[in-house]
């Protein structure tokens, strides 16, 4: 469940981007890890300190950060195709880019380059993400 006075006060104390980078990072390597990196814990740590907020786990930070750090929506779930096979590298100012206008649009999730049995995998997004692709690719 997000929680919007924390998400404004965490905003307010790191500036957009930052706290825009920890829930990118949340979201992506902090899922699959199953935990937060250092400086991940050393924001928490200090907003912890500074707004009197009781430390939260690993499992409720993911539910109260279910935000998309671009359009402040909660991300939802969704089952979408897994593509395999050998893709171009992204290139940095795509990545950037991608990161700024829709980080959370996750309209496929990318396999391994070998072809696995399982054709489908659960992904988070936010809709306003998904727009902004679909205008951008109209
Ligand atoms: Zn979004």
């Known amino acids: 469940m997000v929680s919007a006075p924390l998400i404004a006060n965490f905003w307010k104390m790191f500036g957009d981007e930052r706290a825009t980078k920890f829930v990118l990072a949340l979201h992506q390597r902090s899922r699959i890890q199953g935990r937060l990196q250092f ?19 690993f499992k409720t930070v993911l539910s109260t950060f279910n935000i998309c750090p671009v359009h402040q929506a909660e991300l939802l779930e969704d089952t ?50 998904r727009d902004a692709l679909r205008n951008e690719r109209a």
């Open 80 to 129: 979408v195709s897994i593509e395999y096979g050998t893709r171009k590298a992204l290139k940095p100012a795509e990545i950037d880019r991608a990161n700024n206008t829709y980080p959370f649009a996750s309209t496929v999730k990318y396999g391994p380059c070998w072809v696995e049995a399982k054709t489908t995998a659960t992904v988070f997004y936010c809709p306003a993400c």
């Open 39 to 57: 400086w991940q814990e050393s924001m928490l740590e200090e907003f912890y300190r500074n707004t009197e907020t009781a430390p939260l786990d």
